[in-house]
């Protein structure tokens, strides 16, 4: 009964690849976000969609693309692989700013990318 | 634009010290505060937050938080450690970006707890 899950869990690829990261949630939250931590564990906000609309875009290369088919899943899409990619990529999700218990995110197991 | 420090990167214990890890945050607004916990290959679990109302928070598993807004801190306590608090520790401040949650998280803090 998993709140916020995510798959795969572990992804080996090569560099120049393309790959997917799915992630849903069954929390009825409007608010899903994708971040990446590094090596150094440094977490980092990547995007976050409300209502499958993208409200926050980082500084991140155009090979990420993530797409929202509807509330309850964000997916995110790597083109052209590189090596400096090779991250723990978290989804998380929330209610938005207003609501009872807003601004409370609820992570992922997170989805361990290497590229070779 | 919002940050958070956190001054200690690795913090070595034994079982049954007392724990404080410091966080400071710049946000000019309202803040919202949060220390986040990384087991060993787990995923991010909230400890505690601070929305309003009384500074010192209680989380789960005997963690403690006061925050001071004169000194724009957030540090998390517990008087006695156990080796299971091993666990990587994030402190986080929401930011509000146009009106949307923007949760920016500190570098961590690495707690080793030695039985």
């Known amino acids: 009964d998993t709140a916020v899950s995510q798959t795969p869990k572990y992804l080996v690829t090569q560099m120049g690849n393309d790959k997917s990261i799915k992630c849903e949630q069954n929390?009825?939250?409007?608010?899903m976000y994708w971040y990446k931590q590094d090596s150094k564990k440094f977490l980092k906000i990547m995007f976050s969609y409300n209502n499958k609309e993208l409200i926050i875009n980082e500084t991140v290369p155009n090979r990420f693309s993530p797409k929202s088919p509807d509330k309850a899943h964000l997916n995110l899409h790597i083109n052209s692989l590189e090596l400096g990619d090779s991250a723990v990529y978290f989804c998380?999700?929330?209610?938005?700013?207003?609501?009872?218990?807003?601004?409370?995110?609820?992570f992922g197991a997170g989805s361990r990318l290497t590229v070779l | 634009a919002q940050s958070v420090s956190q001054h200690n990167h690795h913090v070595i214990l034994s079982e049954a010290a007392s724990l404080e890890l410091g966080c400071n945050y710049s946000y000019g607004g309202t803040v919202n505060l949060f220390w986040y916990v990384q087991y060993p290959g787990q995923h991010l679990q909230l400890l505690l937050k601070y929305f309003s109302g009384d500074p010192l928070v209680k989380g789960i598993k005997g963690f403690e938080a006061e925050f001071i807004k004169s000194k724009f801190s957030f540090n998390l306590r517990k008087p006695s450690v156990q080796w299971s608090d091993t666990a990587e520790y994030f402190c986080a401040v929401n930011g509000h970006s146009g009106g949307y949650n923007k949760l920016i998280f500190g570098a961590g803090t690495r707690l080793a707890v030695h039985p």
């Open positions: 998380a999700s929330s209610l938005s700013l207003g609501a009872s218990g807003a601004n409370v995110l609820t």
């Open positions: 929390l009825g939250h409007d608010t």
